[in-house]
């Protein structure tokens, strides 16, 4: 069984940046693709970016250009740097697997 476990969360002002980190652990030789994942406050879960276990991305439209996903398999670890942050990305960030495992989420707060 893989755990995943995120950091990184917190208050920033709108333009700025945070780097959510996504560390797992146990079964890892099990993961392939792995994903963020956000739910505002009232909103359903959206989908934010994805990496493949190679290291192709794709992002969400509304975060393209903004924010860069990337992993180290060496360290079992996969990233979310956001820039140009605005208060429409406040969430709670999740991570998620292919394997349909989830983390606990960060919260992140972008003030205007």
């Known amino acids: 069984q893989v755990q995943l476990v995120e950091s990184g969360g917190g208050l920033v002002q709108a333009g700025g940046s945070l780097r959510l980190s996504c560390a797992a652990s146990?079964?890892?030789?099990?993961?392939?693709?792995m994903a963020w994942y956000r739910q505002a406050p009232g909103k359903q879960r959206e989908f934010v970016a994805v990496?493949?276990?190679?290291?192709?991305?794709n992002y969400a439209d509304s975060v393209k250009g903004r924010f860069t996903i990337s992993r180290d398999n060496a360290k079992n670890t996969m990233y979310l740097q956001m820039n140009s942050l605005k208060p429409e990305d406040t969430a709670v960030y999740y991570c998620?697997?292919?394997?349909?495992?989830w983390g606990q989420g960060t919260q992140v707060t972008v003030s205007s």
């Open positions: 998620t697997t292919s394997g349909g495992i």
């Open positions: 990496i493949t276990d190679g290291g192709t991305p």
């Open positions: 146990g079964s890892i030789f099990r993961i392939n693709a």
